[in-house]
């Protein structure tokens, strides 16, 4: 599924969200099953929730044409297609950043 | 080991958490529909009963804005298995 957002196992901040993470997929061998079970659950939450804010901003910026009928524009396709592309990218820039700039602040 | 509940015990919360998330889920995109075909349709207050062209936009935007959830989510799922790709590479 959506694992892949916050760290799938990997300890590199590149590509994590919340810096100083939730350790998604290390050691999960060894974990507790209710903090498994409990990381899990934190995990889905913030996916859900990036991809809902994520239909947002792209509706807002993409949907040009609101319903002179029902199918998306060829337009409005390409559109959300770039919206999506950027805001990930958006996000792994500001991940970047700001994992440095913490680094640098230590 | 800490299998005091046994692994089906797990997998039932795990089950149970998965299906409350999804009627969440549900719930959440529906209320989003409801507010986006709202504020796009209905201004005129002149009524208390939607009219032909507010119902008719009304069903555009709930069909249009389905097409629009899906294809986000498509996307969504391929720039998530690449972001893990990268991660899977990285990790190593």
């Known amino acids: 599924m959506f694992g892949g957002v916050f760290g799938g196992g990997s300890q590199k901040p590149v590509g994590q ?12 061998a060894q974990m507790d099953p209710n903090a498994q079970l409990a990381a899990a659950e934190q995990e889905m ?8 804010r994520l239909g947002d901003l792209c509706y807002r910026k993409c ?5 002179s009928d029902e199918e998306l524009t060829k337009a409005e396709s390409v559109c959300t297609d770039r919206c999506v592309a950027k805001y990930f990218q958006v996000n792994r820039e500001v991940s970047e950043k700001l994992a440095k700039l913490s680094q640098t602040n230590q | 080991m800490y299998n005091n509940y046994g692994a089906s015990y797990q997998e039932q919360r795990l089950q149970q958490m998965m299906e ?18 709202f504020d ?35 996307r969504f799922a391929e720039e998530n298995a690449k972001l893990m790709e990268d991660q899977a590479k990285m990790g190593r």
């Not at chain 1, 949907?63 to 319903?67: A, C, F, G, S, V």
């Not at chain 2, 409350?20 to 075909?37: A, G, H, I, P, T």
């Open chain 1, 17 to 28: 969200m919340a810096p100083g993470g939730m350790g998604g997929g290390m050691g999960q």
């Open chain 2, 40 to 74: 796009d349709c209905v201004s005129d207050f002149t009524s208390n009963t939607l009219g032909d062209k507010e119902l008719t936009c009304v069903t555009r935007c709930t069909l249009k804005n389905m097409k629009l959830n899906e294809r986000i989510g498509q």
């Open chain 1, 45 to 52: 939450e913030m996916v859900t929730d990036m991809f809902a």
């Open chain 1, 63 to 67: 949907l040009i044409q609101r319903y």
């Open chain 2, 20 to 37: 409350q998330k999804q009627l969440k889920d549900f719930m959440r995109m529906y209320s989003n529909l409801v507010s986006r075909c």
